[in-house]
Every structure is written in structure tokens, then in C-alpha cells.
């Protein structure tokens, strides 16, 4: 199976770039957030709630719980929130003035006020690495970096495979990138 291609450092501020110059810049670097910051896949992205991200006080939660018919394994999920990833969340609260008050109406909504579908998520991804120019990458490719820079800071695999939330060590094994320079880097600790 082909990976997701990892974005260098260039490639993604040209996909910031890219989101910048268009409309719902805020919703859309969001959405990115979600991806690069917690490894969220498209459909769960999908399918969070107001309520799932937001306290009815409306501060950013630390955690995420997501239900079983917002996963891909029809298995509840925790997903920690990092403070980038929170910071992001509170811009977009305030700058689309999401309401708590409504904790059951979708996180994310398109120019027609319908919540998005997972295959909406993945068009927006790939609209958006095409306009970049980017080839190669997909609504998987920040999930795949997230946990590949998780590994590349030091973090045990166990440790990874939790926040991946797989259930097979292995399948977490595949997402991580590796290459000469790192393999080099290794040898020399």
C-alpha cells in the first residue's frame, strides 16, 4: 500500500500560503490542525461536534473524546489536545464564533451551513495540496507526519501506537517515515 507522502518544512508553508489566499482561511488551517497537530482522520475530523472540542463555557477542552460512530474502528477514542492544536481551535472559535450553546451542531461547516462529510474533508485536503503543487500527499498525510514526528522527538512506539489509537503495534510501524539521514543520525547517538 502506498503511504501518504510527509510534507518538508517548504511544502507546508506553501499549503499555508495556499489556504491563506482563499476563503474560510481560519476553518481550513483548522481543519489542517486537526490533522498535523492530533493525527485525526478525515472522517473523524467529519464528525466532531461543537461539544466534542468546545466546554459550554467555551474554552478548548484538553481532550477529545471521541464516540465509536466518529472512529474508523467503531471503537470510542481519546485524543489529547497539544497547546498549537488548542490555540488553533480557539482562533477558530472566535473568529467563525462557534456556539457552545449548540455543543450537537457540526465543528465544521461549508459555504452552505451543511457539516461536512469525510469526503469533503478529503477533497478539501487534495484541493488544497493541488493548488500547493504538492503531489503525492493526501487527507492522510498529516496524520502520517504527526506520528512520524512523534517518532523522530524520541517517542516510544507504544506511545505512539495510543495517541495513533491502532490497535496493532505494527500498523503504527508503517506510518513512520524513515531514511538514510535518520538511519545515520541513529548510529551516531
Known amino acids: 500500500m502506498k503511504q501518504a507522502k510527509l510534507l518538508t518544512p517548504a511544502e507546508q508553508k506553501r499549503v499555508h500560503a495556499v489556504i491563506d489566499a482563499h476563503r474560510y482561511s481560519t476553518r481550513n488551517r483548522t481543519i ?18 461543537v461539544g466534542d472540542v468546545f466546554e459550554g463555557n467555551g474554552s478548548v477542552r484538553d481532550t477529545i473524546y471521541l464516540a465509536a460512530v466518529q472512529t474508523k474502528g467503531d471503537e470510542g477514542a481519546t485524543v489529547l489536545v497539544s497547546k498549537r492544536l488548542a490555540k488553533a481551535l480557539a482562533h ?6 462557534v456556539h ?3 455543543p450537537q451542531a457540526p465543528l465544521f461547516f461549508s459555504a452552505k451551513r451543511g457539516g461536512f462529510s469525510a469526503q469533503t474533508i478529503v477533497n478539501l485536503f487534495a484541493r488544497f495540496y493541488g493548488l500547493a503543487g504538492i503531489k503525492g500527499a493526501s487527507s492522510h498525510s498529516g496524520r502520517r507526519q504527526f506520528l512520524t514526528e512523534l517518532a523522530d522527538k524520541g517517542v516510544n512506539v507504544r506511545v ?3 495517541l495513533a489509537r491502532h490497535k496493532d503495534i ?14 545515520r543520525n541513529a ?3
Do not use: M, P
Not at 92 to 97: G, I, N, P, S, W
Open 32 to 49: 489542517f490542525a486537526l490533522s498535523f497537530f492530533a493525527g485525526l482522520r478525515a472522517c473523524e475530523i467529519a464528525a466532531l461536534r
Open 92 to 97: 477558530y472559535a472566535v473568529t467563525y464564533h
Open 100 to 102: 457552545t450553546s449548540k
Open 160 to 162: 505512539i501506537q495510543a
Open 170 to 183: 505494527s500498523t503504527t510501524q508503517r506510518y513512520i517515515d524513515y531514511n538514510e539521514s535518520k538511519l
Open 187 to 189: 548510529i551516531e547517538l
